[in-house]
């Protein structure tokens, strides 16, 4: 098995799922009603553990310690799509987002059910769970303020093309796509975004939001490379504050 | 109207027109029950708001259910919940519940009971009516001799229940401590530190 690329394909789900996580626990307490702040949270703290679990495999393979690993690189060594580190902004585009990327990760995960890498693969079935009720919560919020006001369907609109050019960015291929496909570790990012697409539609297709025209979408890339947005050195010197602080800190 | 105490001279003579209520700037509330174990009844587990039946069944599973063990969950609206007179314990609920001309058929309604001040609601079981009034009818008739507080009915087809390809939702990532604040230790840290504090003066 191509040991850099399983690495490179796991380090890209830990860090999306990392930094979604953080981004989405920063509703924690500012929620727009209390049951959603709990089930936001709820998700974040999930997310996070997904990101544990895949980092303690990353070090099975002899990368370092999960929190310094998730605590002590610069932005550039991150390998997350930039959707996941954007600003939450209004809560139409924080649901917008988590709708977009929950759709993607819990088809990746699933993928990954049939992974030749085994410790993948067996986590990949212990998560499913979660990101059942990750894409269930994603698609109902959809459902009901995508057809619910004029004000609700036109800032979901908005945030939708806001959010779809950094959508694509999801499915930048890694440099070691075709090793991942010819050894079963992953189907790669085309057929991912196929089975995307028809999932994103599907759910749309029952409200009165518009998917954009994406052959007019220029697709943000470069978080795979650690090309990242301002917005990401921030959230990571927020995250690791107290780490760096004081490395032994116990709480 | 000539009375001593204050409370009778606040009321106008005569009352004003009853004016429709402004409709409320909130979500409604629904009613969440929860299987613990499989095997044991469902129970009432407390209230969600939700603007749908099926956004508080998802907002219920976080919830209620995101710490101990669960099988199942499911929803209904609070206005769909029938509730009977509720005793002191001093007699049966079921001995107020009126009876009724009972029919054969209908649907089914699941029946809940109180059975001490305090506790939650319990699943007791189902029967088939025509109608709420004819449920607790013949609710009493199959279940009445059980001293209970109070009764819940409730019309099967309002409740949002868990689908069985739903049924992983509970199925986690069992690492799951450091949500509870007991993981945290807090206690012991505050002991050390007053400890330390203490040495040092």
């Not at chain 1, 997904?50 to 002590?72: C, I, K, N, Y």
């Not at chain 1, 796509?177 to 189907?187: D, G, M, R, S, T």
Request: some cysteine.
């Amino acid at each position: 098995m191509n040991e850099q690329a399983l690495k490179e394909f796991l380090y890209k789900m830990a860090d999306d799922t990392l930094i979604i996580g953080h981004r989405n626990s920063e509703w924690t307490g500012m929620g727009p009603i209390l049951e959603e702040d709990i089930a936001f949270s709820s998700m974040a703290q999930d997310q996070i553990g997904q990101s544990l679990a895949l980092f303690t495999l990353l070090h099975q393979l002899g990368e370092q310690e999960p929190d310094t690993v998730a605590f002590m690189r610069n932005a550039n060594q991150f390998h997350n799509c930039i959707l996941t580190e954007l600003p939450n902004q209004e809560y139409d585009f924080s649901i917008v987002r988590h709708f977009l990327y929950t759709t993607s990760a819990t088809l990746r995960w699933d993928m990954c059910t049939h992974s030749s890498y085994e410790p993948l693969a067996q986590l990949a079935k212990k998560v499913k769970g979660e990101l059942r009720y990750h894409s269930l919560h994603a698609r109902t919020w959809i459902q009901q303020l995508g057809s619910a006001t004029e004000e609700s369907i036109s800032r979901l609109q908005r945030s939708l093309e806001l959010a779809m050019p950094y959508a694509l960015g999801i499915f930048e291929e890694s440099p070691f796509e075709k090793e991942l496909v010819a050894q079963h570790i992953f189907e790669g990012e085309k057929r991912l975004m196929e089975k995307w697409l028809s999932a994103i539609e599907e759910v749309l297709g029952k409200t009165q939001l518009v998917i954009p025209d994406l052959k007019l979408i220029q697709p943000v890339l470069g978080g795979r490379k650690g090309q990242h947005s301002e917005h990401l050195q921030p959230l990571l010197d927020e995250m690791s504050e107290v780490f760096r602080t004081e490395p032994g800190a116990e709480w | 109207m000539k009375s001593l105490d204050p409370r009778v001279q606040r009321l106008p003579e005569e009352l004003p027109p009853l004016q429709p209520k402004a409709p409320l700037d909130q979500f409604g509330s629904f009613e969440v029950f929860v299987q613990p174990k499989e095997g044991k009844p469902f129970q009432h587990e407390g209230i969600v708001h939700a603007p749908s039946l099926e956004l508080a069944f998802v907002l219920a599973k976080e919830a209620f259910t995101r710490r101990f063990t669960c099988t199942s969950l499911y929803v209904t609206d609070t206005r769909n919940v029938m509730v009977s007179p509720t005793t002191e314990g001093n007699q049966n609920a079921y001995d107020l519940i009126p009876s009724v001309t009972e029919h054969q058929g209908g649907e089914p309604f699941e029946v809940y009971h109180l059975m001490k001040r305090g506790k939650q609601h319990l699943h007791a079981g189902t029967v088939e009516a025509n109608s709420h009034e004819e449920a607790f009818s013949k609710a009493k008739a199959a279940f009445g001799s059980k001293q209970v507080f109070n009764v819940w009915v409730v019309r099967r087809s309002d409740i949002r229940f868990t689908r069985p390809e739903e049924q992983d939702l509970w199925l986690t990532l069992p690492e799951k401590k450091f949500r509870d604040a007991s993981d945290y230790k807090g206690g012991d840290k505050l002991k050390e530190f007053l400890e330390r504090q203490s040495s040092k003066s």
